[in-house]
C-alpha cells in the first residue's frame, strides 16, 4: 500500500460563485467599513474627515483589495461640479469627496457643519507615501506638465525610501480624445497592476480619464490630484505654509501666474465663493427655522390625555395639583 499522500483536486471558481463571493465582500465593507459622514456643500456631497482619517481609510481598503476613487474639490470644482451635470454624473461614481480649499471648509463653519480641517490634494500625497512605502504598494503617475511627473516620481522616491514607482506616463494633450492613443495609456496602466494612480490632469479630464480606467483595475486607488506633481517636483513653488493655513494660496498662486489663473479665480471664483458663502447662511437658517418648529410645536401639546386623567385608579402622569396626589409621593 503505498504512503504517498493525495492532495485533492481544487475545482475551477465558477462565475455565479465568484459574483456571491464579491458580493458577500461589498456587504463586509458596509457593514464593517462604511463611509464617513458627509455634508452637503451647494449640493455636492463632501466628507467629513481629517487628513489622518483618510489614508488610514484608503490603507484599510488597499489592505483589504477593494479599490477606491478621492476627489479633492475645491472652489473651482464645486463651481464646475453644479454647472455641469456630466461632471455631476461622474463624481458621483467616487468614494471620497475631500475639501481641498479653505473656502469649503469655511462654508461648512458657516452652514453650521463643520468640516474638521482642509485636506489638500498635495498634502495627501506627502501623508500617503509613507503609508504606501512601508507596506510594499506600488503607485503609478499619469498627467503633468511635460517632465513634472517625472521628477515628482523621484523626489517621492528620495523621501520615502521603499516607494514602488510601477510608472510614469505624460501624455500628449487631447489623448482622451483619441482612441488609440487613450488604448496606449490604458494598456500601460493595466499593465503595471499599481495599488494607487495619481492622475494629475485637471477638472474635469482627470475625472473622465479615471471613471474610464477604474473598471480596469477594481482593486486600486484612484487619486485625481491637479496641478500636485509640479508643486513636488518643485516646478511650481507652493505658498508659504502661513498663507496656505489662512487659506490664502489661491492669491499667491494668482500673484505668481497672473495670466493664467486671473480669470478662472477673479472672474469665475469669487462670484462663485459668495454664492457659495450666501448658500450655507441660507441652509443653517432653515435648519435652525425648523428647529424652532419643532420646538414650538413639542411646547403646544397637551402634557396628559384628558382621557387617562379621568381613567379610575391611573396614575397621574405629570402636572398633578397636590404632589401628595401620587400614590408614589404618599407615605406609607
Known amino acids: 500500500m503505498s504512503d504517498a499522500m493525495v492532495i485533492p483536486q481544487q475545482t475551477a471558481e465558477t462565475p455565479r460563485a465568484r459574483v456571491e463571493r464579491n458580493e458577500i465582500a461589498d456587504l463586509e465593507a458596509v457593514l464593517f467599513d462604511p463611509s464617513p ?82 485636506v489638500n490634494g498635495t498634502n495627501l500625497i506627502s501623508q500617503l507615501m509613507p503609508e504606501l512605502a512601508s507596506r510594499q504598494y506600488s503607485v503609478f503617475l499619469v498627467g503633468g506638465a511635460p517632465g513634472s511627473a517625472e521628477g515628482a516620481a523621484q523626489v517621492l522616491q528620495q523621501q520615502h525610501p521603499g516607494l514602488r514607482i510601477a510608472g510614469v506616463l505624460c501624455p500628449d494633450f487631447g ?23 495619481l492622475v494629475g490632469l485637471g477638472c474635469p479630464k482627470q475625472d473622465i480619464v479615471i471613471s474610464r480606467l477604474r473598471p ?60 457659495l458663502f450666501a448658500s450655507a447662511a441660507a441652509r443653517r437658517l432653515r435648519a435652525s427655522s425648523k428647529r424652532g418648529a419643532r420646538l414650538s410645536g413639542a411646547a403646544d401639546l397637551p402634557l396628559a390625555s384628558p382621557a387617562l386623567k379621568s381613567t379610575p385608579g391611573a396614575l397621574p402622569l405629570t402636572g398633578s395639583n397636590s404632589a401628595s396626589s401620587s400614590p408614589l409621593n404618599q407615605s406609607p
Do not use: K
Request: proline share 8%; glycine share 6%.
Open 37 to 118: 459622514p458627509a455634508i452637503s456643500l451647494c449640493g455636492m456631497p463632501i466628507h467629513v474627515v481629517t487628513m489622518h482619517d483618510c489614508v488610514q481609510y484608503v490603507v484599510r481598503h488597499l489592505q483589504q483589495r477593494r479599490g477606491g476613487w478621492v476627489v479633492t474639490p475645491n472652489v473651482d470644482i464645486l463651481r464646475r461640479w453644479v454647472r455641469q451635470r456630466e461632471l455631476r454624473r461622474l463624481v458621483a461614481d467616487s468614494t471620497l469627496n475631500v475639501a481641498d480649499g479653505m473656502p469649503l471648509v469655511w462654508a461648512s463653519r458657516l452652514q453650521g457643519e463643520p468640516l474638521p480641517e482642509r
Open 175 to 197: 489623448f482622451e480624445q483619441s482612441p488609440d492613443a487613450f488604448q496606449a495609456v490604458a494598456d500601460a496602466v493595466v499593465a503595471a497592476r499599481p495599488d494607487v494612480v
Open 216 to 275: 480596469l483595475l477594481p482593486s486600486t486607488w484612484w487619486l485625481g490630484i491637479g496641478v500636485s506633481f509640479s508643486f513636488i517636483s518643485g516646478d511650481i513653488r507652493r505658498a508659504p505654509p502661513l498663507a496656505q493655513r489662512l487659506g490664502l494660496e489661491w492669491l499667491y498662486r494668482l500673484w505668481c501666474e497672473p495670466r493664467r489663473l486671473a480669470h478662472r479665480y477673479l472672474v469665475q471664483g469669487l462670484p462663485f465663493a459668495a454664492r
